[in-house]
């Protein structure tokens, strides 16, 4: 019996990742090192909880909406559709989906090429969903949107109808994935976000995992 293949889905967070402009840079500080005889190697960090790969909260835009540690966490655990999509800027809309199997969709990972680019290079003019694509998604049982994009919305936009729209239709939604490399499919998703609270998001170390097929061999993708 083969074992399923994992698929490592999130930036890496360095001091050179790159992030949303004005937001905190990753930071790792030592306290203490063994090169100067302490007796273990300890780092403080700063860094923002929307850095890398990431789980937006509803508080981040809803006052009083859950923080990372009030969210259940069904979301972000199981299948998951992967699609890639050509549109280079502006709105995404169901269209855009066109040609792609979606049949039982619970979770969807959108492919642009934003997740070609190296972790330290911040992307411009990025696609991001529209509101017609997120009630598209809802009306069909979505629970999750991910996107390689830094936000469910125009890098300028002051309103964020996407991310508002999300909570209003119950789905959360992860940025900032890196799916380069991936076949088209359908996986199981893991990206569960910390257990933080008070915050308006949280890093996530997310993966995807092969699906099998009754016999063990690996499913089809």
């Known amino acids: 019996m083969g074992t399923p293949r994992l698929y490592d889905i999130s930036r890496t967070v360095s001091p050179t990742l790159a992030v949303w402009p004005g937001d905190a840079p990753f930071v790792a500080e030592h306290v203490l090192r063994l090169r100067d005889g302490e007796?273990?190697?300890l780092t403080t960090l700063t860094l923002s909880a929307h850095t890398g790969?990431?789980?937006?909260?509803?508080?981040?835009v809803v006052d009083g909406g859950p923080h990372p540690a009030d969210l259940l966490l069904d979301p972000y655990l199981g299948p998951a559709h992967l699609v890639t999509v050509a549109r280079r800027a502006g709105g995404l809309v169901p269209d855009d989906l066109a040609g792609h199997d979606l049949s039982g969709m619970r979770r969807l990972l959108i492919r642009t090429w934003v997740s070609d680019l190296p972790d330290d290079v911040w992307p411009e003019n990025f696609p991001h969903p529209t509101v017609?694509?997120?009630?598209?998604?809802?009306?069909?049982?979505?629970?999750?949107?991910?996107?390689?994009?830094?936000?469910?919305?125009?890098?300028?936009?002051t309103e964020l109808p996407c991310h508002h729209r999300l909570w209003e239709q119950g789905m959360v939604h992860l940025?900032?994935?890196?799916?380069?490399?991936?076949?088209?499919?359908?996986?199981?998703?893991?990206?569960?976000p910390l257990?933080?609270?008070?915050?308006?998001?949280?890093?996530?170390?997310?993966?995807?995992?092969?699906?099998?097929?009754?016999?063990?061999?690996?499913?089809?993708?």
């Open 39 to 41: 007796p273990v190697n």
């Open 53 to 60: 790969s990431h789980a937006d909260a509803p508080y981040h």
């Open 132 to 157: 017609a694509l997120v009630d598209w998604l809802a009306a069909r049982g979505a629970v999750l949107l991910g996107l390689d994009s830094p936000s469910a919305d125009a890098f300028d936009s």
């Open 175 to 192: 940025e900032s994935l890196r799916l380069v490399g991936m076949p088209d499919g359908v996986y199981e998703l893991i990206a569960l």
């Open 195 to 221: 257990k933080l609270a008070g915050v308006c998001g949280s890093p996530v170390r997310a993966v995807l995992r092969e699906l099998c097929a009754p016999s063990g061999e690996p499913g089809e993708r």
